[in-house]
């Protein structure tokens, strides 16, 4: 089992940053991948970026150059940097987990980017 602990959100104005972090804990070794996931209301969940165990980073297109995903293996954290935020960008962040036994979430954290 792995848990999963979102934080960072909040209400920023367009043009603004933040950080996400996504705190794991329980069976850490199991984790071969991090994403970072967002969905606005009335939409899906949209894959945002990816983490793998090596090191290796993918955005979705209408984040690339903008948001940066990264980890602190010291503190089992992995951090979402958003820069340039745009009202687009509204929507509650979740970040996952995959492991060889499954998917892990988080419970989410709200982003608003006011125009």
């Known amino acids: 089992q792995v848990q999963l602990v979102e934080s960072g959100g909040g209400l920023v104005q367009a043009g603004g940053s933040l950080r996400l972090s996504c705190a794991a804990s329980g069976s850490i070794s199991t984790i071969n991948g991090m994403r970072w996931y967002r969905q606005a209301p009335r939409e899906q969940r949209e894959l945002v970026a990816t983490?793998?165990?090596?090191?290796?980073?993918n955005y979705a297109d209408s984040v690339k150059g903008r948001f940066t995903v990264s980890r602190d293996n010291a503190k089992n954290t992995v951090y979402l940097q958003m820069i340039s935020l745009k009202p687009d960008d509204t929507a509650v962040y979740y970040c996952a987990a995959t492991t060889g036994g499954g998917w892990y979430w988080g419970a989410g954290t709200q982003v608003t980017v006011s125009s």
């Open positions: 983490l793998t165990i090596g090191g290796s980073t």
